[in-house]
């Protein structure tokens, strides 16, 4: 049974930081290309991070500069470091872990307050 479990999340003041973990399991972790999206109420789904399997990192423009996604093989986690973070942050984010199938975590809800 794969899961992806996010943690991390909460309510920061603009400015600030938080940092979000995922914990897989169920799957070959180091195979699987691991990445953070976020869907906002009313918009659809976007891509905040992804490092591929080989360790290539890939940004949405919206967090270039302030995110910062990491991943550790021995531990099956992949985390996401979230740096000076603005109300348009504020967002459900997901965890993805992607080899032939495509999987997803429950999310964690983040809120920026301004």
């Known amino acids: 049974q794969v899961q992806l479990v996010e943690s991390g999340g909460g309510l920061v003041q603009a400015g600030g930081s938080l940092r979000l973990s995922c914990a897989a399991s169920?799957?070959?972790?180091?195979?699987?290309?691991m990445g953070w999206y976020r869907q906002a109420p009313g918009k659809q789904r976007e891509l905040v991070a992804v490092?591929?399997?080989?360790?290539?990192?890939n940004y949405g423009d919206s967090v270039k500069g302030r995110f910062t996604i990491s991943r550790d093989n021995a531990k099956n986690l992949v985390n996401l470091q979230m740096n000076s973070l603005k109300p348009e942050d504020t967002a459900v984010y997901y965890c993805?872990?992607?080899?032939?199938?495509?999987?997803w975590g429950q999310g964690t809800q983040v809120t920026v307050s301004s």
């Open positions: 490092i591929t399997s080989g360790g290539s990192i």
């Open positions: 169920g799957i070959i972790f180091s195979k699987n290309h």
């Open positions: 993805n872990a992607r080899f032939v199938i495509s999987y």
